[in-house]
């Protein structure tokens, strides 16, 4: 039989399957999240639909073999639209005991679990609490198990590259990435070509991985394991790439600098979540990008403003522990009413809390956390891909209405990955800055005259001759500037600060909501919600059930026919990964009874839990 025979009849061979959940779990140290993300390149260029789950151990380096070292990654690819990186595993690629001890549970029953033998050794299991050998005690019967030696069959792949046996023992995490690819029709071109590129100065490196790699592929083949075919998914044309959120915030914060002829400055210390940003931003110095690593959180602020004054787009990134150290300055953007843009990338809190878990327990400290009546707008990115129009957003508002903005993600958001439309560059927003030439009342220049119609003062770079104003967090006086403690005036300043974030709500989207128009209830949700909520109303309405979603995308204003589109309904179900805030300001804002759905375990909803508590509520 001639090759091209061979591969034809193994195409044949495979199983057609709608979608495919994976997930890779290993110890810290074996690669994991570099094989999900090998994996799920080569998936984007297959043509899938495709949605990640990054999970990180939240230890710099806990012990090896241990549980709480486990690192995992898991992808949901299809041959359609998906919204979430799926609820559980069915299959699960565990490189020691201690992966398999911790995600087993999630496996599906029946599931696929493919084992790394090798790494079953008493040592191991005693780390990982077995009393057993799993793989040989009959515990898991109600899985389909596939018992792969892989750390010796990576060392007997590498042994003629020139690399010692614990160099090369390293490679066995491309040798599961070469079954995987086997058993869902992966190229490996993709993954060769990053190895070559990425161990370019270290040749023997570059021929150990692809030799692993390879070897996998050829075992699965061998081995005549199960094989399957999830066919490329129909997406609207153009052209994509795979984005997790942090890479597309970084984007979008590039082409609003573009669009509005800004150069960006990013003043930022580093934090997970967020850190990813300020490296994606310092990639790009062609663009007039400039990254500033700071020595503290309250420096990045003061850095990032003092750039907005100058005449820069100033940004800032962080997560809520940085963003309580940033109040202040925060505070004083508002005062100066100076265009500033802060990211915050949500995580588990209070305090240092779930430094690589996730959830939306920032917003009130986004809508409430400055002393003083201090509002600005928020706005929410709520998938990957929607970072990049966030930013955008958030922009636009800013140096339109010349006003701190925070932009909420969360770490979820900020790791998992989609495909994501490229847009043309005639499809973004136009972001029209217009900086102050010359004096405003006769021969004088006063900062805080107002446009009638934004109430946004004007934006004078410093320097410029004719325009010397006074700059300082000390009240100021309307139209003047002048530093003033007179009463009438300092409400009156706190009612024009008001007014011109309230104002922004004629100026963004109406909410919009899906389902059906005689649904009693609408499930609203925020943020990285928008994934669980909108599979879980998929599947309800396909179930004939009447439920209606709908997700908001700025917080601060709420859309002006906010409270139109809840009264239409007559229970409104919010879902958040909190204890209730968007619940407390929409109860606060509307007077409208909510009923939430919360959850703080630093991981998303699974749409089939959410489905099952709605469903209780239908």
């Known amino acids: 039989m001639t090759a091209h025979a061979a591969t034809e009849k193994a195409t044949r061979e495979r199983r057609e399957l709608d979608r495919v959940v994976i997930r890779f779990a290993g110890d810290s140290g074996d690669g994991m999240q570099l094989t999900g993300d090998r994996f799920t390149s080569a998936t984007a260029l297959f043509g899938n639909d495709l949605s990640t789950m990054p999970d990180f151990p939240a230890e710099i380096r806990a012990p090896a073999g241990t549980i709480p070292g486990v690192s995992a990654f898991q992808i949901h690819f299809s041959n359609h639209d998906i919204l979430t990186p799926g609820d559980q595993p069915g299959v699960l690629v565990a490189m020691n005991p201690a992966a398999l001890k911790a995600h087993l549970l999630d496996l599906v029953p029946g599931g696929l679990l493919i084992a790394n033998r090798d790494a079953f050794v008493r040592r ?157 931003l310092s990639r790009h110095k062609n663009f007039g990008v400039r990254t500033l690593q700071a020595e503290d959180e309250i420096a990045a602020c003061g850095m990032s403003l003092g750039a907005a004054f100058a005449g820069h787009l100033g940004v800032t990134t962080t997560s809520g522990p940085g963003l309580d150290l940033k109040s202040e300055t925060i505070g004083l953007g508002i005062a100066l009413e100076l265009p500033l843009i802060v990211v915050d990338v949500q995580r588990g809190g209070p305090s240092t809390g779930l430094p690589t878990k996730t959830e939306q327990s920032d917003l009130l400290h986004a809508m409430f956390g400055r002393h003083g009546e201090a509002p600005l707008p928020i706005v929410a990115s709520y998938s990957p891909a929607s970072c990049f129009w966030a930013a955008l957003e958030s922009v636009r508002l800013a140096v339109k209405y010349m006003t701190p903005v925070i932009l909420l993600s969360d770490g979820y958001l900020a790791n998992a990955a989609e495909p994501w439309h490229i847009p043309s560059i005639d499809k973004l927003p136009a972001i029209p800055v217009k900086f102050a030439s010359e004096p405003n009342v006769g021969d004088e220049f006063w900062p805080y005259l107002r446009d009638d119609e934004t109430l946004s003062r004007p934006w004078a770079i410093p320097g410029t001759s004719g325009l010397e104003h006074r700059i300082g967090g000390l009240e100021k006086a309307d139209g003047t500037g002048n530093i003033s403690y007179d009463p009438d005036n300092h409400e009156l300043m706190t009612q024009l600060r008001a007014a011109k974030i309230r104002a922004i709500e004629e100026d963004i989207d109406p909410l919009e909501w899906q389902g059906d128009e005689d649904a009693k209830v609408l499930v609203l949700g925020w943020g990285s919600t928008y994934g669980a909520i909108g599979q879980s109303c998929r599947r309800l309405r396909a179930e004939g059930k009447k439920i209606a979603n709908a997700h908001l995308k700025h917080m601060n204003p709420f859309p002006k026919n906010t409270e139109d589109v809840l009264r239409r309904f007559e229970r409104v179900v919010i879902p958040e990964m909190n204890t209730g805030q968007l619940s407390k300001l929409i109860r606060s804002d509307f007077l409208i009874d909510t009923t939430s759905i919360n959850s703080m375990r630093g991981v998303p909803f699974r749409a089939t839990d959410l489905e099952a508590r709605l469903r209780e509520l239908l």
Do not use: C
């Open 124 to 280: 191991n299991l005693d780390k990982a609490g077995y009393a057993t050998n799993p793989l040989e005690d009959g515990s898991l019967g109600s899985y389909q198990v596939y018992e792969i030696p892989m750390t010796t069959m990576t060392i007997e792949a590498v042994k003629e590259m020139g690399i010692g046996k614990k160099e090369g023992q390293r490679s066995k995490n491309m040798f599961a990435l070469g079954v995987i690819s086997w058993m869902y029709g992966r190229p490996l071109e993709p993954t060769i070509s990053w190895l070559e590129k990425k161990f370019a100065q270290k040749p023997p490196i570059a021929r150990a991985n692809v030799a692993a790699l390879k070897a996998g592929h050829a075992f699965g083949e061998t081995a005549e394991l199960t094989s399957f075919e999830v066919k490329p998914a129909v997406l609207a044309p153009g052209t994509y790439r795979r984005v997790t959120g942090n890479q597309a915030l970084a984007y979008g914060l590039i082409a609003a600098s573009v669009q509005a002829k800004l150069p960006l400055f990013l003043g930022s210390y580093p934090i997970t979540p967020a850190s990813d940003i300020l490296h994606e």
